[in-house]
């Protein structure tokens, strides 16, 4: 069975720049899930997709964060425009009842 | 949501060794899950212990679980150098998130 995929695994911008993550749950997953996870730090839930509506973003900074999940499968993470603050690892997992699946990661690095 | 407190922060430990982590949270819950996070990868589901039970086993891993001291504890046996990661308990209420605390870093030593 093929994980949680993620593109890309790193990456570099400037700030003000603007970047896009994109995940591929598991196949049949109703669930999708981004989380940030800062250097040192546990992963915090930015957003949760039940098929393609949003069941919780309430801590997604939405004036420069936004994430689509259309046709219930994949998902983008869009930040626009980064700052130095957000430079972190974005995980994406999905899970079909308990247990949640993550990939591997996207590193942002902001300069 | 609740965030469960994982301690010690930190655990260094030599090969051969047994690793205890301990995990409290607040309020009630359905499930508790333990997580583990090798470096520059991503997480990965060890075990879902119930409110209802009191004790799980897989493999080396043993987890407990308390609900009246509201608590959780992961036993690794016999622990392995492969074994160096961090580790992540997640108490689940209905309807909340899964959020994840700061972790335990687990150092063993070979």
């Known amino acids: 069975e093929a994980g949680v995929a993620q593109s890309p695994r790193y990456k570099i911008i400037e700030k003000r720049q603007s970047v896009a993550f994109w995940c591929n749950p598991i196949s049949g997953h109703a669930t999708l899930y981004w989380y940030q996870q800062i250097l040192g730090q546990g992963p915090k839930l930015l957003i949760q997709?039940?098929?393609?509506?949003?069941?919780?973003d309430s801590q997604l900074p939405k004036d420069r964060f936004s994430a689509e999940r259309l046709k219930g499968v994949d998902s983008t993470l869009k930040i626009q425009p980064a700052k130095l603050e957000d430079s972190a690892v974005y995980l994406c997992?999905?899970?079909?009842?308990?247990?949640?699946?993550f990939g591997e990661g996207s590193r942002l690095t902001v300069l | 949501s609740q965030q469960g407190e994982e301690d010690p922060q930190a655990l260094s430990i030599q090969e051969g060794e047994n690793a205890t982590m301990n995990c409290s949270y607040k309020t009630s819950i359905n499930n508790l899950q333990w997580y583990r996070q090798n470096s520059g990868r991503g997480l990965v589901h060890l075990i879902l212990i119930r409110s209802n039970e009191r004790e799980k086993h897989s493999g080396r891993l043993r987890v407990t679980l308390d609900t009246s001291k509201k608590s959780s504890s992961l036993l690794i046996t016999a622990s392995r150098a492969a074994d160096t990661a961090s580790y992540f308990c997640?108490?689940?209420?209905?309807?909340?998130?899964?959020?994840f605390g700061e972790g335990t870093q687990l150092t063993v030593n070979p």
């Open positions: 997992a999905s899970s079909a009842s308990g247990e949640l699946f």
């Open positions: 997709f039940q098929n393609n509506g949003v069941v919780d």
């Open positions: 997640a108490p689940k209420t209905s309807g909340s998130r899964l959020t």
